[in-house]
Structure formats: structure tokens, C-alpha cells
């Protein structure tokens, strides 16, 4: 068993306790893989024995892309990004990656943070990844929320 943290964090019916950040979840498994989305079964049909916050690591971007061509309600132009998640030296399973957007810099300007192929990163929460109801016929059925990516200095 590893030293990942194996609750959810979440009340009984899924949601985040009541004043908590989201978590960035994703599932352990009995013979110690991880994999970002969770599913029930590991890749080697191991059986799912607990999750792991993905928050509590740094990652490493693996590729990235500048999409000017968005989906309505989403920024442009819009950078994305693939990481590899730097899970420590005692994980020898398949490596864990997250496909998401790059943060926006904090001076206001609005645009997002310049990333390069190595760069080290690691996700932040984000209210809304996109503008909430544009282009969506029923809103409240979406989420709107999630994780992107930050450099870390």
C-alpha cells in the first residue's frame, strides 16, 4: 500500500465538504498504478483501492498547442497542454497525464502564462474553464469548473 491518500474527501453524496477546494482525483489501484481519469479497474485489472489528489504533485509539460479556434464560451486564444505528473521516485507504474488548459497570468492582462515542452507545472482551481451557458442548451446540466495548469518558479 502507498502513502497516497486513499478517501475521497467528499460527503456521501460526491460533492466536495462544504467549503473545500475540489480535488484534482485520480485513482490507486491494488498493484500501485495510478490513472488520471479514475476508472473502476486499473489498466492490469486491478482492482481500484483508493484515489490520489493529484493537487499534491508537480508535472512536467510533455506537449502544448495554441488553439485560436474555440468552442463558444471558451477563451482565445486558448493554450493547452498534456503533463506527466511527477508521482516520486517509489512509482514505477504507467505515467500519469492530464490534458488541460494553461493558467491566465495574475497581473490582469488576461493572457495565459507561456509554457514550453518540459516546463514544470502544476494545477490550480479554476471557477469556470469556460463562460458558463454559452453555446450550452441546458446549462446546469455541466460543470463548469476544474484545473488548469500554472509554471512552477
Not at 485520480?26 to 489528489?53: I, K, L, S
Not at 468552442?71 to 521516485?89: H, Q, S
Not at 488576461?110 to 509554457?115: K, M, P, R, S, Y
Amino acid at each position: 500500500m502507498s502513502d497516497h491518500e486513499h478517501d475521497d474527501a467528499t460527503g456521501s453524496d460526491g460533492e466536495a465538504s462544504s467549503g473545500d477546494e475540489p480535488t484534482f482525483k485520480a485513482a490507486e489501484y491494488a498493484d500501485g498504478t495510478v490513472t488520471y481519469p479514475p476508472h473502476t479497474v486499473g489498466p492490469n485489472g486491478a482492482e481500484r483501492v483508493g484515489t490520489v489528489d493529484l493537487r499534491e504533485y508537480e508535472g512536467r509539460v510533455v506537449t502544448w498547442t495554441t488553439s485560436t479556434a474555440t468552442p463558444p464560451g471558451v477563451r482565445e486564444p486558448n493554450t493547452l497542454a498534456i503533463v506527466e505528473f511527477e508521482m516520486g521516485d517509489d512509482y514505477d507504474g504507467p505515467p500519469v497525464r492530464a490534458l488541460g488548459q494553461i493558467a491566465e497570468r495574475e497581473d490582469g492582462s488576461g493572457e495565459t502564462f507561456d509554457v514550453d515542452i518540459g516546463d514544470r507545472v502544476e494545477p490550480v482551481y479554476a471557477d469556470e474553464l469556460r463562460e458558463p451557458g454559452a453555446g450550452i442548451r441546458e446549462p446546469e446540466s455541466q460543470d463548469w469548473d476544474g484545473f488548469r495548469f500554472r509554471p512552477v518558479e
